[in-house]
């Protein structure tokens, strides 16, 4: 079961980029890196996923780090709207399930 | 948003009480998902589905049941109802695609219910 780490919570000012870490120092080979991300009194919404390879897309960019054991969620400009709590998430022992941590809770200020 | 819908969205129940929480989709997807979600936890996986009537436990089963007789509709049953089991509860379904050398599912979640056991 690949175990991922993030921060607890980050800041960013509206318009600015954001970086979002991630640490999978136990993924397995196979394992894909994705990305979640819950607005406040909503259901996880998909943001984007990867394997090796760095991946765009309109919502974000994804950083894989070359030896996979860590990952960045990038938002390119930040708006007030990117407020949510963000995952970064992998596949758990029970199947195809996601296994989701705590996340990181982004706030952004105007 | 893969035409999920939960009913009902808020429920507020006793303990003792069997509670049906019931998750639907139109879009014939294979894999469905019940998670619940609370403060300090994230989310946490109870029950999957892999076909109909083809159900296995995740995380936190205990106190829980789930029923899959049609594609569509994912049912999650709290036998008896205990106040440790006040959450919000997310149904998710599977789209899986893939590339490279890998195989993977994109999870779509319903919007929730929020479940009260008092």
């Known amino acids: 079961d690949a175990k991922t780490t993030q921060p607890n919570s980050m800041e960013s000012n509206e318009e600015e980029p954001v970086h979002l870490p991630c640490n999978h120092s136990?993924?397995?080979?196979?394992?894909?890196i994705h990305w979640y991300r819950q607005l406040p009194s909503q259901g996880p919404e998909y943001v984007i996923h990867?394997?090796?390879s760095n991946v765009n897309n309109r919502m974000a960019s994804l950083a894989i780090a070359e030896d996979r054991k860590s990952s960045t969620l990038i938002l390119h400009r930040a708006t007030l709207r990117d407020a949510a709590v963000y995952y970064c998430v992998s596949n758990s022992n029970s199947g195809y399930a996601l296994n989701f941590g705590k996340g990181t809770s982004l706030l952004v200020t105007p | 948003d893969a035409g999920i819908t939960q009913s009902p969205r808020h429920k507020v129940t006793e303990t003792g009480t069997p509670v049906t929480l019931r998750c639907h989709q139109t879009e014939n997807h294979r894999y469905m998902y019940w998670y619940r979600q609370d403060p300090g936890h994230g989310l946490r996986l109870i029950h999957y589905?892999?076909?109909?009537?083809?159900?296995d436990k995740g995380e936190v089963s205990d106190g829980y049941s789930v029923s899959r007789s049609k594609t569509e509709d994912f049912l999650l049953t709290l036998e008896s109802a205990t106040s440790s089991q006040t959450s919000v509860y997310f149904c998710?379904?599977?789209?899986f695609g893939g590339g490279g050398t890998g195989f993977t599912d994109t999870q779509y979640f319903g919007p929730g219910t929020r479940l009260t056991v008092l």
């Open positions: 998710a379904i599977s789209v």
């Open positions: 589905s892999y076909g109909v009537k083809d159900t």
């Open positions: 136990t993924i397995s080979g196979t394992d894909y």
């Open positions: 990867g394997l090796t």
